[in-house]
């Protein structure tokens, strides 16, 4: 039988939690395989990825700092991933290379399980960074047609209506024009590193104009419960934690390189001790 080949390239990889994630739906999906640690020095990244690619390996994710410098090596791009300008997993099909964007789609699929998109819904997404890019783009492909972006520098929020789809309709704000009109959001996505471990204590905006039973959402999964989704649930908001997004990225690269489909199920509880614990 054959064995599927899968690994993750980056800079450092070391901690990283897909081998684990992986194993778990190899095991689940009755496949054979092996999902390695690739850590490639940027110096010699050029050579070491010509060797991979030409490896036999069947597919990889692409993690900080190479999602967009693996793009001129690989022979097509799927038109999402081209259009956020960034790649997490590569795929050998029929000889050739090509490149998806996983983490965005990934974290719609994840937000999906607590809130059922409609096109009605006030999203405010806060950051512009390249998770946000992926994120945004997701969203409006996926039919949310209000999308709001908060920046610091507003200007760099503004590059990314560049993704929007014909009917989307966003207006690009200052933290402090999103802090004082907070209350027209439903869902609030914090997509930057602020208030990551070990600068538990920050929070990109204040949450006091927070619209009741909204939903705030943050992509920063360490730790698990971040000073932003605290302060949220204080005030009755639904949380959405970080971690979750982890899981359903892995879950859409397994499905392009298996062709098979996963199921989360307990591996989000399991996957959450396994960061408390760290
Ligand atoms: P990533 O690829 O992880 O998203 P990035 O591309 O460096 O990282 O983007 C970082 C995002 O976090 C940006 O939105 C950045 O704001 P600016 O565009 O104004 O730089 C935001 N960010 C980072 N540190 C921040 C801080 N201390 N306060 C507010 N925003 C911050």
């Known amino acids: 039988m ?16 897909s081998p684990w994630i992986h194993t778990q739906f190899m095991e689940q999906a009755g496949i054979e395989g092996e999902y390695k640690l690739y850590p490639i020095e940027p110096d010699v990244f050029d050579e070491k990825i010509t060797a991979l690619l030409q490896s036999g390996i069947d597919g990889f994710n692409i993690t900080v700092p190479y999602k967009q410098r693996i793009i001129s090596f690989l022979d097509e791009l799927d038109p999402d991933a081209a259009k956020i300008g960034a790649v997490n997993t590569a795929v050998r099909k029929n000889g050739k290379w090509i490149g998806y964007n996983t983490d965005g789609s990934g974290y719609v699929r994840a937000l999906e399980q607590l809130i059922p998109a409609q096109e009605s819904l ?13 994120i945004y783009r997701a969203l409006v492909a996926n039919g949310y047609r209000y999308v709001d972006i908060g920046n610091r520098t507003v200007s760099k929020a503004e590059q990314l209506l560049q993704l929007q789809e014909p009917e989307t309709i966003t207006e690009v704000l200052s933290y402090e024009e999103a802090q004082k009109k907070l209350e027209s959001y439903d869902i609030i996505i914090h997509t930057s590193s602020v208030g990551m471990s070990p600068h538990d204590h920050e929070q990109i905006i204040s949450l006091a104009n927070l619209k009741p039973n909204a939903v705030v959402s943050d992509i920063v999964y360490k730790p698990i419960e971040t000073m932003l989704l605290r302060s949220a649930k204080q005030q009755g908001a639904t949380i959405h934690h970080g971690h979750s997004m982890l899981l359903y990225q892995a879950q859409y690269a397994f499905e392009i390189w298996s062709g098979q489909q996963v199921i989360i199920g307990d591996l989000l509880n399991q996957l959450e001790q396994r960061l408390t614990e760290a």
């Open 2 to 17: 054959k064995i599927l080949k899968l690994g993750l390239i980056g800079h450092p990889v070391e901690h990283s939690l």
């Open 122 to 134: 006030h999203v405010l997404m806060l950051g512009a960074g390249g998770a946000a890019r992926g």
